[in-house]
């Protein structure tokens, strides 16, 4: 999942594009529900070794997907 969002060039990437490049639709029963979740550990992770970036995730907006991009560290 991290390469994932590394790897975009637009600097943003939807939860909805992450589960398309990171699960085939067989694989998880609520794959939003997953990303959400490894996300969430991820970010933990991130903070906890105290990388040079962070994980910023923007908000829920009901139906729509949330953004996922990384941040340099202040």
Same mark, same amino acid.
């Given at each position: 999942m991290f390469d994932a969002i590394a790897s975009e060039q637009s600097n943003r990437l939807s939860t909805r594009d992450i589960g398309e490049k990171v699960f085939r639709e067989? !694989?998880?029963?609520?794959v939003k529900a997953s990303i959400i979740s490894a996300?969430? *550990?991820l #970010?933990? #992770?991130v903070e906890y070794n105290k990388e040079?970036? #962070?994980? !910023?995730? *923007?908000?829920?907006?009901?139906?729509?997907?949330m !953004?996922?991009?990384l941040e340099g560290r202040d």
């Open positions: 067989d !694989e998880v029963f609520h996300l969430a *550990s #970010k933990r #992770k040079p970036f #962070k994980i !910023e995730i *923007s908000g829920h907006a009901g139906p729509h997907p !953004e996922v991009w």
